[in-house]
Each structure stands twice: as C-alpha cells, then as structure tokens.
C-alpha cells in the first residue's frame, strides 16, 4: 500500500522559512513533486525533482524560484522542500506527490494530471 507522509508545515512571519518534508512508502519513485492550493483557487505546481539513475533534476516555478529549493533522495523515496521569503501569498494547503515512471521534462513534472498518488496535505500560513 503507497502512502505519502507530509509534515513540515505550521504559521509563520512574512519573510520567514519553513522546510516541508514528505516520504513515501510502498513504491519506488521516479518523481516526486509540491503542488499548493489557496482557498478559491485550482491546485498549482510548486516544485519536483524529477531521476534517472543518479542524475537528478529539479524544476520550480516561477512564482518560487530564488526563494523555494526542492531536494530529494529517491533511495529514501523522500523529498523535501526548502521554503525561505515567504510572502502571504504562499498560504496554501501543500500537497506532496509522486509518479512511479519518469518524466522527461518540466511539462511533465508539473502536471499534476501526471502523478499516481498524493498525501494528504500540510497547512502552510504566512501571516504576520
């Protein structure tokens, strides 16, 4: 049975960091991705790290890039996610994600449409 564990999240400052850590279980991954959603608004791509063999690659989004790093260890099945300058607009629930095959590109890693499973989400609130 595949399950994907999140913790990590919590209320923080403006400007503030937390780190989101999600591990899975019961499958190898070959991609594992963040996707967030904000009250009244559609699930978004964050961030994944996308491996074949030991070469690994990470994709963001533009809305994070310079401020959110996302790593990995698919040995572990664990990805993390590094979250520093949080602004108010990063509140969203955040949800892990993972896809058993490979993807070959960005444009695969942040379709959520191309992932099997995903946890059960961790409240993320930056708020002064």
């Known amino acids: 049975q595949v399950q994907l564990v999140e913790s990590g999240g919590g209320l923080v400052q403006p400007g503030g960091s937390l780190r989101l850590s999600c591990a899975a279980s019961?499958?190898?991954?070959?991609?594992m991705g963040w996707f967030r959603q904000a009250p009244g608004k559609e699930r978004e791509f964050v961030a994944a790290v996308r491996w074949s063999g030991n070469v690994r690659w990470s994709d963001h989004a533009d809305s994070v890039k310079g401020r959110f790093t996302v790593s990995g260890d698919n040995r572990k099945n664990t990805v993390y996610l590094q979250m520093n300058s949080l602004k108010p607009e990063d509140t969203a629930v955040y949800y892990c994600?993972?896809?058993?095959?490979?993807?070959?590109?960005?444009?695969?890693?942040?379709?959520?449409?191309?992932?099997?499973?995903w946890g059960q989400g961790t409240q993320v609130t930056v708020s002064s």
């Open positions: 019961g499958r190898t991954f070959m991609t």
């Open positions: 994600a993972a896809k058993e095959g490979y993807c070959s590109g960005s444009y695969c890693s942040s379709s959520s449409s191309e992932y099997d499973y």
